[in-house]
């Protein structure tokens, strides 16, 4: 039996026994990624299956049991690793941040800083209601250069809807130009698998920024720095897994983890199957993030910040029929958002036009009713 290596490997082998990790009473789907051993992660390839409790095996029915080694086409094959997910529970509350970060969050969310990745913004829902999430960072339209900002569709909505920063109907400054949601599965596998009903999150939005504001944008991310190049997502590797990566967002401020899965069903219903590209470890067992986190740019914990994804999911989501990882972040290949909203990310070695005497006037406006 040939080993799996690549992600490409570990998606044809789920694919080829997904009746049988359906039918396990009460799993909460499963994922790819690498085994961990001892509360480590190796660097063997596996298929990684959530339940939400371990059973010793001579309990169970024959078709109950999860076989050490999953088979799958071409003589290929793999590990199992069976993952105990925690039911979430209601009002569940945050654990209290750091000195730092405590006096950070209340800059991200003062409206002082400029857009930039890691600034609140506000929305409101069509019940009226107002909500926050977390710009990504500063992104510019690749058919006429206008330049804006990526957050999640959910937080962006649907064409049209204002966005305020940093409160909702605090100042406006800008509204949703495009959002998408999901894409089908085979639109990013090029016939290595298809799923029946599948779909991928992509879950972006991008914000066209109203003139007056232009000059408020600002590259990168906020005491972060610069945003390096998207790192690619290539299926015939492991991909980012196993990659450190660091982030900003309004609640729960610099938060460090690891990439530790991909391919995760995070929705599963008689008539779909929804899957997320990533799930993320906060490093140490800490929260990653939070509700009003949603929007954030995951980037590489190194030098070159290569940016990587954009977070959609907080750390006490229910996963599906009242069950949750309470430790786990969903994610986004970066990658998918920026083709999906044909944007590219603003560095600091761009030159964007000179805004007008009447966008500076408008801008300094706009600064005024900040303060």
């Known amino acids: 039996m040939a080993k799996a290596t690549s992600l490409a490997d570990l998606l044809r082998i789920r694919d080829a026994n997904s009746e049988l990790i359906d039918r396990i009473d009460g799993n909460l789907g499963s994922a790819l990624g690498y085994k961990i051993t001892g509360k480590k992660m190796t660097k063997t390839p596996a298929v990684i299956i959530f339940v939400p409790s371990k059973v010793d095996s001579s309990?169970?029915?024959?078709?109950?049991?999860?076989?050490?080694?999953?088979?799958?086409?071409?003589?290929?094959?793999?590990?199992?690793?069976?993952?105990v997910g925690k039911k979430a529970l209601d009002g569940a509350q945050s654990p209290p941040l750091d000195t730092a970060n405590e006096a950070l969050i209340e800059e991200l969310r003062g409206g002082q800083i400029g857009l930039i990745g890691g600034a609140q913004l506000g929305f409101f829902e069509s019940n009226g209601l107002g909500y926050v999430g977390t710009a990504a960072c500063a992104v510019r339209r690749k058919s006429d250069g206008r330049k804006g900002l990526l957050t999640n569709q959910h937080v962006g909505g649907p064409a049209g809807r204002v966005i305020y920063q940093p409160d909702p109907g605090n100042v406006r400054i800008g509204h949703t130009r495009a959002s998408f949601e999901t894409d089908p599965?085979?639109?990013?596998?090029?016939?290595?698998?298809?799923?029946?009903?599948?779909?991928?999150?992509?879950?972006?939005?991008?914000?066209?920024?109203?003139?007056?504001?232009?000059?408020?944008?600002?590259?990168?991310?906020?005491?972060?720095?610069?945003?390096?190049?998207?790192?690619?997502?290539?299926?015939?590797?492991?991909?980012?897994?196993?990659?450190?990566?660091?982030?900003?967002?309004?609640?729960?401020?610099?938060?460090?983890?690891?990439?530790?899965?991909?391919?995760?069903?995070?929705?599963?219903?008689?008539?779909?199957?929804?899957?997320t590209?990533?799930?993320?470890?906060?490093?140490?067992?800490?929260v990653f993030s939070d509700h009003g986190d949603s929007g954030k740019l995951l980037v590489t914990d190194d030098a070159k910040r290569n940016a990587v994804a954009l977070l959609w999911g907080g750390w006490y989501e229910r996963l599906r029929h009242g069950h949750g990882q309470e430790n786990w972040t969903y994610a986004i290949d970066i990658n998918k958002a920026l083709h999906r909203l044909e944007v590219e990310i603003v560095t600091d070695g761009a030159s964007p036009p000179r805004p007008s005497d009447a966008a500076r006037s408008r801008a300094k406006e706009v600064a005024r009713r900040r303060r």
């Open 59 to 83: 309990l169970l029915p024959a078709n109950q049991k999860i076989p050490k080694i999953l088979e799958g086409p071409d003589g290929l094959g793999c590990l199992t690793d069976i993952v």
């Open 185 to 275: 599965d085979e639109y990013y596998f090029n016939g290595l698998i298809d799923e029946e009903d599948a779909y991928y999150r992509i879950d972006c939005a991008f914000v066209d920024v109203q003139d007056a504001a232009l000059p408020l944008v600002k590259p990168g991310l906020y005491r972060l720095g610069s945003v390096g190049a998207p790192l690619p997502l290539d299926l015939e590797t492991m991909g980012p897994l196993g990659r450190n990566v660091i982030s900003i967002g309004r609640t729960r401020g610099i938060q460090r983890g690891t990439i530790a899965a991909f391919g995760y069903e995070w929705s599963d219903d008689p008539t779909s199957s929804v899957y």
């Open 277 to 286: 590209d990533y799930l993320v470890i906060g490093e140490k067992g800490m």
